[in-house]
């Protein structure tokens, strides 16, 4: 079973995320930026590391781009080339700062309201390599 990190500030979304992933993976779920961050450090020092990392951009405390740019921050000082770190699928309901978040390291994105049939689509993508 995969772990994954979800990061999103409202509940509806967040019960959808999980739900619709209760059968592939235990989830861990964070509602602001700084606790995505400090979760995924803390991941990172561990042994149990996450698999995938769902990420909303419009947080509070610290936006989806901004938790983006210091996951692969914390990844560059553990020595973990661009490219190799933790897949990161953004959820939004913007689709215009996308092509930023691809520059900054994100792998995909899903557009909300989320279908759940994508959702996991994406992620077994992302994690059957």
């Not at 991941?43 to 781009?65: F, H």
Request: charged letters at 30%.
């Amino acid at each position: 079973m995969w772990r994954i990190l979800i990061a999103e500030d409202v509940f509806e979304a967040r019960q959808l995320l999980v739900e619709s992933l209760r059968e592939l993976a235990q989830c861990d779920v964070v509602v602001t930026g700084k606790e995505a961050v400090n979760a995924y450090n803390v991941s990172l020092k561990n042994e149990k590391k996450y698999d995938l990392i769902l990420l909303d951009i419009a947080m509070p405390e610290m936006d989806g781009m901004e938790v983006l740019h210091k996951i692969r921050e914390s990844e560059e000082d553990a020595g973990i080339l661009f490219g190799k770190g933790i897949p990161i699928i953004m959820v939004t309901a913007f689709n215009k700062p996308m092509v930023s978040a691809f520059g900054k390291g994100c792998d995909d994105y899903i557009v909300k309201p989320i279908d759940p049939d994508i959702l996991i689509e994406k992620v077994k993508e992302k994690l059957e390599k």
